[in-house]
């Protein structure tokens, strides 16, 4: 599949209709807002890295499915640090029969950051036999640290296969334990810990553009 970068394709408008075989990769600036539009038959993978791009940081994206046999897996991982405050809002929009889409997003939230994810899915009357799902996963890693979540879902259509849920949690003792009861320090076992728990998606990316501090 190919990769292509998002700030090479994305019109003035911020409406892109996303051709097929393809890997969006999003490097756009700090703040964005977009919709991506697929259709019939079109099979697109999509990739996200928030964190590197500035202290404040948004996006606003709506996945819009327009034609049957559409299909989109997107993953997003985010790294908040320092004081950074990270937002998403996304959209996965169903607006015909027989589409998939499957959105995970993992978050780890360090020292006084803060994140905050809100993702809708959204089944119109004519998304018979969609296919939808979303999964947010976020690992807090201080006291002070901040993470909210809010799933949600709009189903307009009968005959259709949904699913969303959203976690918060922090370092798991147990595994820590483990890595250190092997003289793993502990700044490297929670380094351990947080790769693990993020290589899902690290793996996706090109040039292995994330990395742990």
Request: charged share 20%; net charge neutral; hydrophobic share 40%.
């Amino acid at each position: 599949m190919e990769f292509r970068m998002l700030s090479a394709m994305l019109p003035a408008n911020g409406v892109l209709s996303v051709p097929t075989g393809v890997c969006l990769i999003d490097d756009l600036p700090a703040e964005a807002d977009y919709e991506l539009r697929l259709g019939s038959g079109v099979r697109c993978k999509f990739i996200l890295h928030l964190g590197p791009q500035s202290q404040r940081i948004r996006r606003n994206v709506v996945f819009s499915l327009l034609g049957e046999n559409s299909h989109l897996d997107a993953s997003v991982l985010i790294q908040a640090k320092q004081n950074q405050c990270i937002e998403w809002r996304g959209i996965q929009r169903h607006l015909i029969r027989g589409a998939h889409s499957n959105l995970l997003i993992k978050s780890t939230v360090c020292n006084c950051a803060k994140i905050s994810v809100f993702s809708k899915i959204i089944i119109d009357p004519l998304a018979a036999e969609s296919c939808a799902n979303f999964q947010n996963k976020n690992l807090v890693l201080s006291d002070r640290a901040h993470a909210v979540a809010r799933p949600e879902l709009e189903i307009f259509s009968d005959d259709v296969h949904c699913s969303h849920g959203a976690t918060i949690g922090g370092i798991n003792p147990a595994e820590e334990f483990y890595l250190r009861s092997r003289g793993i320090s502990s700044r490297i076992a929670k380094i351990i810990i947080r790769c693990a728990f993020a290589e899902e998606i690290l793996y996706q990316m090109p040039n292995g553009n994330a990395s742990f501090h």
